[in-house]
T-cell receptor, first 118, second 115 residues
Framework: AQKVTQAQTEISVVEKEDVTLDCVYE???????LFWYKQPPSGELVFLIR??????QNEISGRYSWNFQKSTSSFNFTITASQVVDSAVYFC???????????????FGQGTILTVHP | NAGVTQTPKFRILKIGQSMTLQCTQD?????MYWYRQDPGMGLKLIYY???????DKGEVPNGYNVSRSTTEDFPLRLELAAPSQTSVYFC??????????????FGDGTRLSIL
């Protein structure tokens, strides 16, 4: 069975601070995909990044960066110089072997509520 | 381009009533999914479909039914609403992972309360 754990339930920071959201996953698949989604107060789900299990390169996109470490089964997300607009719930998710029977089904973590204060 | 459209956006039901949550997508995606999100929790998969006429259970299917008669539509039916089904429901769609690297596209959600 697959499992995604986001140990941080809530994080509160002041604007311009850097913040890292942790994600640890469990899977028996050798090929899998990891995702981060953002859910702002309006409720919709906004896709941020997808990473496959063969690609351990870190990625940076503007103020966002992701650190994928297969050895520790972690896929952490860092926001640099946080802004009030970053306040949202952030979900880490896992999809199993694309060539097998996972059919793209996503297993989500419980989410981390990030509040950025001005 | 509408993407994934869910209706209604909000609904209040009485215990024992039935209803259908509608989901339609205009991206010609063959895979579609229904998730529920309970307060303070992540999303859990209810049912999914890999094409017209093919559906299968996810993690939390009890109390729900689905059908997939067309590529575009994937309705979710609650037959006997129970308070435990109070949740926000998300529909999503995608190409098959083997065909595309694109992630799932999500609808805006249906907020359902059972009283």
């Amino acid at each position: 069975a697959q499992k995604v754990t986001q140990a941080q339930t809530e994080i509160s920071v002041v604007e311009k601070e850097d913040v890292t959201l942790d994600c640890v996953y469990e899977t028996r698949d050798t090929t899998y995909y990891l995702f981060w989604y953002k859910q702002p107060p309006s409720g919709e789900l906004v896709f941020l990044i997808r990473r496959n299990s063969f690609d351990e390169q870190n990625e940076i996109s503007g103020r966002y960066s992701w650190n994928f470490q297969k050895s520790t089964s972690s896929f952490n997300f860092t926001i640099t110089a946080s802004q009030v607009v970053d306040s949202a719930v952030y979900f880490c998710a896992l999809s199993g072997n694309a060539g097998g029977t996972s059919y793209g089904k996503l297993t989500f973590g419980q989410g981390t509520i990030l509040t950025v204060h001005p | 381009n509408a993407g994934v459209t869910q209706t209604p956006k909000f609904r209040i039901l009485k215990i024992g009533q039935s209803m259908t949550l509608q989901c339609t997508q205009d991206m010609n995606h063959n895979y579609m999914y229904w998730y529920r999100q309970d307060p303070g929790m992540g999303l859990k998969l209810i049912y999914y479909s890999v094409g017209a006429g093919i559906t299968d259970k996810g993690e939390v299917p009890n109390g729900y039914n689905v059908s997939r008669s067309t590529t575009e539509d994937f309705p979710l039916r609650l037959e006997l609403a129970a308070p435990s089904q109070t949740s926000v429901y998300f529909c999503a769609s995608s190409y098959s992972p083997q065909r595309s690297n694109q992630p799932q596209h999500f609808g805006d959600g249906t907020r359902l309360s059972i009283l």
